[in-house]
Nanobody, 122 residues
């Protein structure tokens, strides 16, 4: 059973940057594809970014391409989401998730964190 804990959220002005972290414990981190999802109030959960087990394959949702970068450090059992050029529409709760399978679908994730809130002011 893997536990995931997100951190790094907060309030930032539009155009600013934040880095989210996802610390994993209780499992073999390098066995899991890691992903970030987000959910804004009244909206469905949205895929943000994903990274394969070794970190070679990286994928981003269309709305964050060129602005957000996912990375991981398997030695530290941690995944990251660097968010640059933030916009008010990026305001959401951001969730870290892990999957043993190669999938970028929320329904395919095996484990989820509880999320961290990101608020971007205009």
């Amino acid at each position: 059973q893997m536990q995931l804990v997100e951190s790094g959220g907060g309030l930032v002005q539009a155009g600013g940057s934040l880095r989210l972290s996802c610390a994993a414990s209780g499992g073999t981190f390098s066995d899991y594809l890691m992903a970030w999802f987000r959910q804004a109030p009244g909206k469905e959960r949205e895929f943000v970014a994903g990274i394969t087990r070794g970190g070679v394959g990286r994928y981003s949702g269309n709305s964050v391409k060129g602005r957000f970068t996912i990375s991981r450090d398997n030695a530290k059992n941690t995944a990251y989401l660097q968010m640059n050029s933030l916009k008010p529409e990026d305001t959401a709760k951001y969730y870290c998730a892990g999957s043993r399978a190669f999938t970028l679908e929320a329904g395919g994730m095996d484990y989820w964190g509880k999320g961290t809130l990101v608020t971007v002011s205009s």
